[in-house]
């Protein structure tokens, strides 16, 4: 029996480089890039649908990532961080019929863009505090929630953990198991919303062996490259990423 997975060749032109930018962002390596993938990918298909589609996606990627990082974590950091992550999932499930995704993903394009325009215009000097634990959990709670939407939660995680400076394996690393966690919670939200059908299953299925393609890749220049581009990279993601949401969700 023919599985019945999208054949529009349109799709694959957008979902296939959207794949492997959610593997190079996975691998830490251009972080903030992934959140580009669901509106790369909305382009052809629904924005619930795109998102669907790259729950298998994202669980191998994740997978990868933590056997790639499983060494290099922040314990306390992520203490802190996953129960608001979850709640985050939580309000995104409760909510997730009765808002419109592409200005949820606009929001989180504008709150990007203040983010940077804040750091590039204000620099925080090497005695800067942290941000406070407060707007961290404000932020954090917010991640889970724009994961559950779009897949767009860094953003708003980047915007509290960056500024703590962390070395670039011990950042990625973290936010690898950040992410399986909050990634892995959806999965019964994401049935119970019926957007884990067998088309987009399958497609996802045809999609899958770019997973570890893009992880692979990305983890090779992370592990090798200067920490000072590691982060420019990371706010260069962060910048396409907010503009592509804006766009989309007002233009």
Excluded: E
Excluded at 109 to 122: P, S
Excluded at 171 to 179: D, E, K, L, P, S
């Amino acid at each position: 029996m023919n599985l019945p997975l999208i054949t529009d060749g349109s799709f694959y032109a957008v979902a296939i480089p959207a794949v492997l930018l959610l593997g190079i962002s996975k691998s830490g390596f251009g972080a903030g890039f992934g959140s580009l993938a669901v509106p790369l990918m909305a382009l052809a298909v629904p924005v619930p649908q795109a998102a669907a589609i790259l729950m298998p996606v994202l669980l191998v990627m994740d997978v990868l990532s933590l056997m790639a990082y499983r060494r290099h974590f922040d314990g306390a950091l992520l203490r802190f961080l996953l129960p608001f992550g979850l709640v985050g999932t939580l309000v995104g499930t409760l909510l997730f019929k009765l808002l419109d995704s592409h200005l949820v993903a606009g929001l989180v394009g504008v709150f990007t863009l203040l983010f940077l325009a804040q750091r590039l215009l204000f620099p925080p000097g090497p005695d800067s505090p942290h941000p406070p634990r407060w707007l961290g959990a404000v932020l954090t709670t917010i991640s889970g929630f724009t994961s559950f939407i779009a897949h767009a939660g860094g953003p708003p995680l980047n915007a509290y953990v960056l500024p703590m400076r962390l070395p670039p394996l011990l950042f990625t690393g973290t936010m690898a198991y950040f992410f399986f966690v909050v990634n892995l919670s959806k999965w019964i939200p994401f049935a119970w919303l019926g957007l884990l059908d067998g088309r987009n299953m399958a497609t996802s299925l045809a999609l899958l062996p770019l997973a570890p393609v893009g992880v692979w890749a990305g983890v090779r220049i992370a592990r090798r490259i200067n920490p000072v581009l590691f982060f420019r990279m990371v706010y260069l993601g962060m910048f396409l990423t907010g503009c592509k949401l804006v766009w989309d969700a007002w233009f």
